[in-house]
Structure formats: C-alpha cells, structure tokens
C-alpha cells in the first residue's frame, strides 16, 4: 500500500472524531443552499474556499474545466451532477466556480490554436468545452501573453457554463447562476483564495454588476470584459 492511502486514512480518523456529531442533522436527507461546479484541479478547494466544514451545506461537483454540459442521446443537456439538486433536493443556487491557471482551459486553448491529441476520455472533455471556447480564443486582444489568454479565457469558459444553465429548461428562472473565478496566482488581488464575481445571472458587465449587487461590490471584478 502506497504511503498516501496510509496517510488519507489517518487524516480521516481525525475527521471522523471531529465530526462525529456533526450529521446528527442530516443523516437522512440533504437540502443544500448551494451546488457548486468546480474545477477538479487539486489547488481549488472545493468546500475550504467557502470556509465550509458543514455536511448538508454545499452540493460539489467536480470535472476538469468546471462543465455543466454533458453530451446525451437526445442531445447536450445540463450534467445530470448539476441538475440532481436543483430537481430533487430543493437547491435554488448554482455557482460555477473557474480558477486562474486552469489546466482544462489551457488544453482547449491549445487544441484551438494548434490541435491536441490526449487520450480519448480527456478528448471528451476538452471537446465539451472546445465549441464553447472557439469564439473567445479568436476574440483575444493579440498583446497577451500566453497565461494572460488564459486567464481570460477562464472567465470566459465560467460565462459560458452559466449561459448554458440559464438557456437549459430545466433550469428554472428562480433559481439563481452566479460565475466565479478562484485566484491562487495573485492575477484578481493578492489575497490568494480569494474568489471574484465574474457573472450573475448572465450580466458580465462590472458596472452593472456593482449596482445591481452593492452588497458584494467588492468582490465583483473582471480581467476581460469583450
Ligand atoms: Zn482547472
């Protein structure tokens, strides 16, 4: 047995001592507030980054280049990983959550502008987000360097994934779609872990944005607005 499985399961002794009783509520059904889309990527924290320790709470799913789409026999449809606790446990928030430096995004960066090959399973993925992508990579200012593009990218990728969500029928106008960027390379702030407000609800515009939302005005900031 390799020494990491040794030691996840020590970390999961203490985490099991430390929540013992923390269950007691939901041992038999959940209702989260939240679902959140995260990128699987090991930097981003997917219930840490929201201070969140509470079973019950926040609703994670997780894939490479945080998609919401998945490719059915009747055609796209909103990933079934989103869409469960919005039509079954009563969850009226989704937040798409990018990060900077994002590895999927890269990839689809690339296979646009130069081709791919990669195994068939990460083909998949990056062909999920690549006809998604295409209208962005062509609409970069040209003086960007490379991790600027896609930096930019990422917010546009989050655009995307929360357009999709908002044009599906299945999701409702009541529920609301915000898009986030978690920044650990100090590109938003330097105050890395922090998250920005790219979109909500479709806007993307920050001014707009702000006085829509004064309550989070801070937070609400863009490195592209095309
Ligand atoms: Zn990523």
Do not use: K
């Not at 989704?94 to 502008?113: E, M, P, R, S, W």
């Amino acid at each position: 047995m390799r020494q990491t499985v040794v030691e996840l399961l020590e970390r999961n002794a203490e985490h099991a001592s430390e929540f013992e009783s923390r269950f007691d509520d939901v041992q038999d059904s959940q209702e989260p507030d939240v679902v959140t889309v995260c990128c699987s990527d090991s930097r981003v924290l997917q219930d840490a980054m929201w201070g969140n320790a509470d079973p019950g709470r926040v609703f994670t799913c997780g894939n490479i280049g945080n998609r919401v789409v998945q490719r059915t026999d009747d055609g796209e449809a909103v990933s079934g990983d989103v869409l469960y606790p919005v039509a079954h446990t009563g969850t009226e928030t989704v937040v798409v959550v990018g990060h900077t430096g994002c590895g999927a995004v890269t990839a689809t960066y690339d296979d646009l502008t130069e081709g791919l090959d990669e195994p068939a399973g990460i083909e998949h993925c990056i062909g999920l987000l690549a006809p998604r992508l295409e209208a962005g990579v062509e609409a970069l200012p040209d003086d960007l360097s490379r991790p600027e593009a896609v930096n930019r990218l990422v917010e546009y990728n989050v655009d995307r994934q929360v357009e999709f969500l908002l044009e599906s029928n299945e999701i409702l106008d009541d529920v609301d779609v915000v898009g986030v960027v978690y920044d650990f390379q100090d590109v938003y702030s330097d105050r890395r872990g922090e998250v920005q407000v790219v979109n909500v609800d479709g806007e993307t515009d920050v001014e707009s944005l702000r006085v829509d939302h004064p309550e989070i005005e801070s937070r609400i900031r863009r490195l592209w607005e095309y």
